[in-house]
């Protein structure tokens, strides 16, 4: 059974910090991926990762960075966060060059920035 | 610019009726089309998909039927049970990319 966590459930932070979004994923697959849901515009990607190290823009990927430093682990950095950020944000993965319909994804982390 | 399109924000449906979603896309290079679900304080699940050179896909109570010279897609429900109260995603897939491209999504409501 695919498993993809995320580290916080609820996350409230300050304008200005730094902030620090994991996701763990434990089926070994190559392709994680980060997006962020808001009402009125569905899901939009902001990175993803097709392999350890790799990185590719999505279509919002201003105001965050991403880092994979081992295949099962990718993380969302919100070098100093501001308000316009507070969002659920959702991390999802799969194999790579498999049917799109086995991306899988986490629970979501609902980040609150004040 | 929003490539995929749920035009719908909810929809209310009472059980046991049909309940019809509806998805438009402008761009005719997708190749493959999707349906998750998500409930609240969880994240979105597959539901049902459709690869372009079909029309129509069936999976139990779940039906998709792409039209693309209209280039639009519906998900049929029928019959509407309570659980299937939750958001529905359209997304959409470039041949050869592993991005999906998400709609805004649409919130149905099924009433007992």
């Known amino acids: 059974d695919v498993k993809v966590t995320q580290s916080s459930r609820y996350l409230v932070k300050r304008t200005g910090e730094k902030v620090f979004l994991e996701c763990v994923q434990d089926?070994?697959?190559?392709?994680m991926f980060w997006y962020r849901q808001d009402p009125g515009l569905g899901l939009r990607l902001i990175y993803f990762s097709y392999d350890v190290k790799m990185k590719e823009k999505g279509d919002i990927p201003e105001g965050y960075s991403v880092s994979r430093e081992k295949k099962e682990r990718f993380s969302l950095i919100l070098e100093s966060a501001s308000t316009n950020q507070t969002s659920m944000y959702l991390c999802a993965s799969s194999f790579m060059g498999a049917p799109p319909d086995t991306q899988y994804f986490g629970p979501g982390t609902r980040l609150t920035v004040l | 610019d929003q490539q995929v399109k749920q035009n719908s924000p909810s929809l209310s449906v009472q059980e046991g009726r049909i309940s019809i979603l509806n998805c438009d896309y402008t761009n005719s290079m997708f190749d493959y089309f999707l349906w998750y679900k998500k409930y609240p304080a969880e994240g979105p699940t597959f539901l049902i998909s459709?690869?372009?050179?079909?029309d129509k896909n069936e999976d139990g109570r779940f039906t998709v039927f792409l039209n693309k010279s209209a280039k639009h897609l519906s998900l049929h429900i029928v019959p509407s049970q309570p659980g299937d109260s939750a958001v529905y995603f359209c997304a959409a897939k470039f041949q050869g990319a592993q991005k999906l491209v998400f709609g805004q999504g649409t919130r149905l409501t099924i009433n007992p």
């Open positions: 089926m070994d697959h190559e392709n």
């Open positions: 459709i690869s372009s050179i079909k």
